[in-house]
């Protein structure tokens, strides 16, 4: 039956009745002696940060929890509970909608970092990408925070001082601050870094994957999700439509 | 204009350009300065943990992320990254299965226990739960993890060093305690605390209401949802089914 | 090896490699035969309808395809596209908030005629349903379509042609119209039945059960969240929020 | 308050209190004068279907109603079911799960199918199509159904009368052809046209854009969808695991 069995393999999780062991570790040590982000960290690479390491990587999940009830995921998450949603059902309407757009813009920059590391320059690295991916730079200018994204700079002093502490190479935060340096060369105007560059800086000096800047960032905004969820759940109302009643759409067919 | 703004009404975010104040802290004070951990209680409730309060938080956090591929949310994850769905869209798929009975338990455990404590007696409290609510008791019993489930007497200990720091009363672990001593000289048998038993004591004990436990199980466990899709991901695999393609499903119809 | 095999038992699909039985029918005899409406019956019961029910369900089906971006579901699915969600995804977000509120009045509105049936009148069936479940009728009355949901009265119509046509017994039409005439005397006003209500009385004529109420609903209403979701991929936008950029949330925490 | 009204525009529904209208008819006028796949051609565009269009088209829908609990979306349907959750949620788990791989080779047929018109020949089209996009040539060949998917001969036969009938012009009907003996000619044996290929020539034929051949197939697919949850929840079960307990996973960590 080894076949069965086989089907589904697994390097995260060893189990037996009344046993159960985390990448090797068994549950119990773990529990009370590890804080959350660190467990975030093994579970998804086996491996465990050093303390300033996972102090940067703690830092950008906080950082991310939520934008508000603009965002289509958060402003979901609040009607899927006037719909009669439990909280689980709620998280995962918000979660399912952090897409390539809403959601993906970190896991495009550290794609981005890691094509312009093997570029001949910052420059030339820059005109292949937006010649493959278009013009849309993840991870540079914010449609509503100007100047400047509250988020990046603290996130950026914080890898700073990772990389002076031996945390990380700095490779990525010097491809990072290069890459804004040719934004506002080439536009005349500072195209200043955002959350998502930031953290996907960070996850990229951290040795993370580019699907996982995604990953992370729904663990992050969940965070949000779950909070608004509640609060809403707490408000009550029922079937809670985008726009107050009184404002219907605009019918504009033939 | 102020109908329509006030139709999104929250407590949780407070936003200007170039502005995020979360809870009424500038984000740049948080990044950094809170644990993740933290952040989520402050996220979800509005003020702060003590740092007693936070370590009990935490483990009980740590100890939920993962109870491999034979529960349905993690098979689903890894099932949805090889139906071609990125991260977001996988973890929801999972997330969406913590529903009542997968992910309920510990909603329903911190109800029983609120409901006991109105109770005359354990016994009648009990007694009231299985008339209006069935006869499983939640956050009892494991029909894999026998003779007990090892997270539960760790959490349990951690409760017990969380009430000596006065981190919290104890009320709800001697609850805990009185359900398990019920049930265990009624059945003739130990049915002793599971992981949904023992969080739903720390999360009674912290003050989070009956739902959050839920809500809060969704982020632990999106964890370990994470990490598998992750690893699936690595995998590869195209359309996995829930067994190897030789086993076909049983036609038991006419 | 047969429990492997044995763990996904079916009634409603037979399959060897080139051949389909769906319900016991080869699918190549069922491709070009039978109408999409039918092989919805087909497969969810197992046996087929005659005409005068095919009718009369088709109408159900048709009935309930939409009400307009106002909805949760369909500003969801909106929402969800210029998030960068394929229509599935998008889809799936949207019928996920067809929960309780959202989608389950039809639902308990066949409950409720089952419990009816069993009372000793409709006057006191309806005392115990709100004993039991509260004081909101399910399929009476609209917050919205004042004096009456056009849906309604014709499908009623179309309900009285069926029973006329010994298509159904006219048991439930009966009750439905029953309750209409309570309620108006009760409240001393109209409380017209809805397309809840409606639908529920068909459904239930049918011989389906309560819980399809919700699932043919949500079959129905997939078909305005598909219209609307690929409208909106057709309009463009990214990360659309509820409302116009320009009206933010009101932040009323301290 | 334009400005607010006009955030959600659409062509497809006008309403007023006591007034529905979908793509500029009545509600009323609808139901009971339309059948359900009618319905949705015109919520989707806008027109309605000749009676030979609507009969192919209906035979598209029909065709892909289920291939069984070994499809990861049928079976997190099923699982779903009995994690507790109502059939809207479940029905949007496995909904989810119709990502590229799962549910996107219809779309990428009908890409490639207009590629392939823009080409200078099917053999120059599908080298152009395998350079961009790899070697899987989506609607054709089967990994289970050998000879032959019966489903696609027979939406091929009624392709052909509907071209016959004048329902459609047969030139992605002459397209799907040239594919198949393009590939048996470089393969050297038949990798016959699938379901995906045959319904994805259907939606060409007929005009739907490519991503629609998702969303239809989305549509047909929750027939079946439904179907097993509803069976699922019949048979009962908690938390249903992919495989039977007895077999776990295969822990291969260090």
């Not at 999700?225 to 759940?233: C, D, G, S």
């Amino acid at each position: 039956m080894s076949d069965v069995a086989d089907w589904w393999r697994t390097e995260i999780i060893d189990m037996e009745p009344g046993r159960i062991h985390l990448r090797g570790i068994p549950i119990q040590e773990l529990i009370g002696q590890v804080g959350f982000a660190e467990m975030i960290w093994l579970m998804v690479r086996g491996d465990r940060p050093d303390p300033a390491q996972a102090r940067l990587f703690e830092a950008a999940l906080v950082s991310a929890v939520d934008h508000g009830p603009q965002a289509p995921s958060i402003a979901a998450a609040r009607m899927a509970v006037t719909c009669g949603l439990p909280l689980n059902n709620a998280m995962a309407t918000a979660v399912n909608m952090l897409g390539d757009v809403h959601g993906g813009a970190g896991e495009q920059a550290v794609e981005m970092f890691h094509a312009l590391r093997r570029a001949e320059s910052v420059a030339a690295g820059l005109d292949g990408w937006i010649a493959a991916r278009g013009k849309i730079i993840p991870g540079y200018g914010h449609r509503f925070h100007t100047p400047v994204d509250p988020r990046a700079p603290r996130l950026m002093a914080l890898t700073r001082e990772a990389v002076a502490a031996g945390a990380c190479s700095g490779a990525f935060m010097a491809l990072g601050e290069a890459v804004e340096a040719e934004l506002a060369a080439r536009k005349g105007r500072p195209i200043p870094m955002n959350i998502d560059g930031a953290t996907a800086v960070i996850y990229a000096e951290l040795g993370f994957a580019p699907p996982l800047a995604r990953g992370l960032f729904c663990l992050s905004r969940s965070v949000g999700i779950l909070a608004h969820a509640w609060e809403q759940q707490q408000q009550r109302g029922r079937n809670k439509g985008p726009t107050p009643p009184q404002y219907r759409w605009t019918y504009d067919g033939p």
